[in-house]
């Protein structure tokens, strides 16, 4: 054996021994599911890490905050149920004022009792103007919010606000802590404190945020003691720590979830949503708002091919922002792909197949531009399925990809892929996307849709307080949509979710567009109870 | 030396300076949109008036000299403002995560000196061996991969494969608390893949640096000389050939840096590389600030301390000045 033989078995040695030493310390807890699998201790992925935990921010506003409570919140089925209120609101006749009588002995996890003062602060704070919190277009109705006694809080409306009651899932901040602090970046924003199942004790910032649950909790102790929710931004990557055993569930697109499709010890949860993707139609472009060429588009389409291939089946054909199983949906609104019957409707108003095959009407080519926001794989995807659609109708569609600032100067005249969806009630969407006065409002009504019939029937429908005559309303809406379509719904896209095992009976709400920390089958983890 | 130190530090005040005052020029010219960051979804259904609302409230439409004017000025009283993207005093941010980084990235860049060195030497003593071409043609191949791309790669085996490291994160998911044997654990692998991403460099520099001194006159002379084997690989040609190579270790400053954003985002490392970009792209002037002062700091110490090193390795080279 020569000397360098030696010193080469040595290094292999001691590389091995490096390699066996670092097993051994990594044994207890971890090699797999036994670090995540203390009987009590829920660890999942998500892919998103919120800027903020304070509701005067925006946090929570859609319910389901984990630390926090909402005056009310929604069950499995979105119906509202009383939370930090002991009953639905009293309504005024004329809708103007919203009456709620408060829970009693509950505490805030730091001991303080929750009072109708917190009410108050947490409303008010939001509604001021040096808060910084972008969502509070949504409580542009409240004119005012007041106490009575200890334990009554009256809502006055400046219009009849028909889901008002929906809002007020959002959650009640603290006044003792939060009131004390500058509201914008205060302690409070990453160490809330709250009446909710769940209290926050660390949030490593791009890692986890760490839960233990609330012992005192007015609903009673949640069974799930430790709550983790790890910070994975990579859809790769956490579909790989779910593989590895480090994860108990995650968020995964429909590629990835596919993979676990045949695990014994996971099941998928395709949770149904409000998420749609559709196509806005500028009104003012002269090709995209002939409302011919709409309606031509609409039909052209072809939507099951979309969510078969772009969403492996996970999700529905779109009409409208109302997805088709949702009660507020207008049975018969629903249009076959059809193709010949998009270029019949194009012939009859005069756009003629041109040289090139794209059809011309008194020299203008049915031709206009497609943005979506680049990087986004599923937008880009739809928007080119879309684009090769139109192209067999015989009008040309150019996908382009930017960002929003590129995108939002052009959004008066060309066409964007949009997405958006809010399940709570059918106003949230449609009268933002519909109504013609918001026409070019930040981000509200891109397609600056102007259609009177839309307009009277969505102001109907937001301060009508009777349920017939709101559902009689949205159905004009869509059937007014049918007609004359400002916007191409293209597909509502379902969130897929993998999960262990261990618990039993989970469930999923219907979703928004946007993937909040409450979304997913730990909506209501507090609930969750062991499988054996 | 002490006078060579002195007169880098004084210079890098105004380095420095003119470097936020290049930033904040950026940031005002790029296309993002600071109150979009800010609102996310939310600005996607806010009202025009709660747009503009926002935008006085962040101070987004002054002009950018007199934003810098006032950073710079409560900068200097120990201010560095607030964050508008993370909600959260810019000096709160840092010191949460700077930490952490400097761990991933020290540890990552000792590793690759230390193995680079090894096997340069190792490489060079007998060109065209084995061990050279395999070492070389590794590190060529390494030169191309991405450092994500390597991130992934090493997950899949060390931790779905083969079970033994934890995929990422700074300690167990499910724990509450930072053991320092956690997070040594959870190092490992992305202090490893920063480290071999970052190995080529060193590595080829060494190679040819002591390969070239070998085949010199002083190191001829001394082997005629008949001194031992080691005395000349490591007194002589070593010494040489590390030359080029602690040039290289103050200009890898940056490499590592950016290499460690990578990183951090595949194992979910909570640094400061992940608030850096998100601090450019939402045009959070403040915390971008403090993170270019940061970096360009860390740039012109690696720039010192390898002049200073190689003063020190070659006495010819003396300090300047």
New interface residues.
Partial sequence: MTARTARGLAATTLAAAL?AS??A??TP????PA??A?AD?V?VGIATEP??L?PL??YG?DGNSKIFDGLLTHDASMRLRPALAVALPEVSRDGLTYTYRLRQGVRFSDGTPFTAADVVFTYRTILD??T???????L?AVESVTRQGADRVVFTLKYPYAPFAERTVLPIAPEHIAGRQDV??GEF??RPVGTGPYVL??W?????L?F?ANPDYWGGAPAVK?F?M?????D??RA??L?????DGAVLPPNLAKGFAHDKGRTTLAATSFDYRNVTLPTLHEVAGDPAVRRALDLAVDRTAMVDKLLDGAGKPAYGPVPTDSPWFTKGTERAHDLGRARRILDAAGWRPGADGIRVKDGVRAAFPLWYTSGDKLRQEHALAYASDAKKAGIEITTEAG????IEPRMKTEAVLAG?G?PADPDFDQY?LLKST?GG????NMARYDNPAVDKALDEGRRSGDRTVRKAAYDTVQRELVKNPGYTFLTHIDHLYVVGNRWKNLTTQVEP??HGLGSGPWWNVEKWQPAT | MARMTGRRVLLAAPVLLTVTLGVFAAAALSPFDPVKAYAGTAGLTASQETLDQLRDNLGADRPFLTRWWEWLGSALTGDLGTSAVMRRPVADVITERLGWSVLLAGTAFLVAVLLGAVLGVLAARRPGRLLDRAATAAAYTLEAAPAFWLGLLAIWFFAVHLGVLPAGGLTDAGADTVTAGQVARHLVLPALVLAVSQLPWFFLYVRQGVADALAEDPVRGARARGLAERTVLLGHALRAGMLPTLTLVGSRVPEVITGALLVETVFSWPGIAAATVEAATSVDFPLLAALTVLATAAVLAGNLLSDLLYGLADPRVGFDG
Avoid at chain 1, 204 to 208: A, P, R, V
Avoid at chain 1, 230 to 234: E, F, M, S, W
Avoid at chain 1, 403 to 406: D, F
Wanted: charged share 25%.
């Fill in positions: 390699i670092a097993a310390c990594s807890g971890a090699g797999g670090g995540a203390a201790s660890v800027e903020s304070s921010l925006g506003k103007a040096k910084n919190n972008a969502a509070k277009t949504e542009d914008n970046s924003t990453t004790t660390a490593s910032k791009g890692e986890k760490s233990r430790k983790t790890a910070v994975i931004k990579d790769d990557v790989t720590r593989r590895a055993g480090e994860l960002t929003w600032e590129v958006g809010s933002l918001l409002d930040g981000f509200n567009h946007d």
